[in-house]
């Protein structure tokens, strides 16, 4: 076990750094590429943050589909064979309902301002 | 540098020209680049651009039509009507500046986020979609006899370009495959009619003025094909930048943009303008998924690439809006 304080609180110090200190004092090119730096160091702590739970429940949702066993990689690997096959389709119960949590977990972790996901969001599913 | 080059081409072929000032990239990849400059003339400036591949860069990607085809297509939109800029000069070897063309500038801005918020451009906002729909009708109907040489691409090889990028990047994504299966079972088949297809009309490759449309940009993936394809892009959610409930480009409804278009004179096939849609949609995201592999294999480590490759997500919950829609 490694000591504290964890990769997510590291990541966020670096990003506050950033963003607080650094980024008032450049401008031009460099500032928007400090900006796209500061939006990775950002992602990266919501995925560190999220990305376990998330990744549980995906692979809990997948294996109840497919009735097979595997890391999430290799259920994800079989869920587009068999779609790509014709085997699966959004007839299929639970796969639309599985898609849409997926990718919402996805958005919540690379673009949580994106407008498609902020609608989403504010439906009941 | 550049402008001793540009300066000694612009005394051939512009009369009155004494040199060039103020050259500044505007942007460029490796291969490509676009530069500003102002001739100097004694009646006064003139607002210039240079498209450019630098030397030793000559041969085009596969996909596009080469700057050759490029610049005699804004040529032909600009004297039929189509609000391009004017082609003043295709470069020859004696400008010593690579291949490519010089054209007016046009002022305005390209800029989409700018385009839907400032005020400077309130008035012309509302008219777009309309506007886009009778600019791309004028686009489609020009004469195909006078287009250079462009490759030809129907929905049905298009579907199979876009899965065999897919499969090259080896990141199985249920739903691009989704999309992929919902494209085949709705090939609309060969379209009735073809035309030349600009192939990436969109917000961001406009330049717009208070008045409105005042040029369309970025001609190289121009082909011959299905018209409503450019219908379609021009639709994707990538393109709306946040006013999700515009389709056209976030400025308006897919009805003024079949208005405008048929206004014009031309008829709109709604199906296929919906299944290019789905496919551009798929296309951007296929896009991001070659930006991430290009970031990885190095010819581009930066992070803006990187970070284009995490934009993948946002076209997946896009094709899920369009395919597997959920209730209020």
């Not at chain 2, 299905?226 to 930048?241: A, I, K, Q, T, Y």
Request: net charge negative; with cysteine; aromatic share 6%.
């Amino acid at each position: 076990m490694q000591d504290e304080p964890t990769p997510i609180e590291l990541t966020k110090s670096v990003a506050d750094f950033l963003r607080g200190d650094i980024a008032p004092l450049i401008s031009g090119h460099q500032a928007f590429k400090l900006r796209v730096a500061i939006n990775i160091l950002d992602l990266v702590t919501r995925q560190l943050t999220q990305e376990e739970g998330s990744d549980a429940k995906e692979a809990e949702r997948l294996r109840a589909l497919l009735g097979i066993d595997g890391s999430v990689t290799e259920l994800n690997r079989a869920l587009a064979e068999r779609i790509a096959k014709g085997e699966v389709d959004l007839a299929t119960p639970g796969l639309a309902e599985h898609l849409w949590a997926t990718t919402m977990d996805k958005l919540a972790v690379d673009q949580p301002n994106y407008a498609s996901y902020k609608r989403e969001l504010g439906r009941n599913p | 540098m550049i402008e001793a080059e540009l300066s000694r081409s612009v005394q051939r072929w512009c009369k009155g020209a004494t040199g060039v000032t103020g050259a500044a990239k505007l942007s460029g990849g490796a291969s490509q680049e676009t530069w500003r400059f102002d001739i100097v003339h004694p009646d006064g400036p003139v607002g210039a651009i240079l498209r450019r591949s630098p030397k030793g860069y000559g041969a085009a990607p596969t996909r596009a039509a080469g700057l050759a085809a490029e610049a005699q297509l804004m040529q032909l939109a600009f004297e039929a009507g189509v609000p391009s800029p004017r082609v003043m000069h295709v470069l020859v070897p004696d400008d010593d500046l690579g291949t490519g063309f010089i054209m007016q500038r046009v002022e305005g801005e390209t800029i989409a986020r700018k385009i839907l918020r400032d005020d400077e451009y309130a008035a012309a906002r509302p008219l777009l979609a309309r506007q886009i729909g009778g600019v791309l009708a004028g686009l489609h109907r020009l004469p195909q006899d006078k287009l250079p040489e462009l490759r030809s691409r129907g929905a049905t090889q298009e579907i199979a370009e876009f899965e065999r990028d897919y499969r090259s990047l080896n990141w199985p994504k249920p739903v691009f495959e989704l999309a992929l299966r919902w494209l085949r079972d709705h090939d609309p088949g060969p379209s009735g009619e073809t035309t030349l297809v600009h192939g990436d009309f969109r917000n961001g490759n406009l330049i717009i003025g208070a008045d409105g449309v005042r040029a369309v940009l970025d001609w190289e993936l121009a082909h011959l094909g299905d018209p409503m394809e450019d219908l379609g892009w021009v639709c994707v959610n990538s393109w709306r930048f946040g006013e999700i409930d515009k389709p056209v480009g976030g400025f308006g409804s897919r009805e003024e943009l079949f208005a405008g278009y048929e206004a014009a004179g031309r008829k709109v096939d709604p199906a296929r303008v919906k299944f290019w849609e789905v496919m551009g949609t798929l296309r951007w995201g296929i896009m991001c998924g070659g930006m991430m592999q290009r970031f990885r294999e190095g010819p581009d480590h930066s992070m803006e690439r990187a970070m284009i490759g995490r934009r993948a997500s946002e076209t997946e919950i896009d094709l899920l809006r369009l395919l597997a829609p959920r209730g209020s």
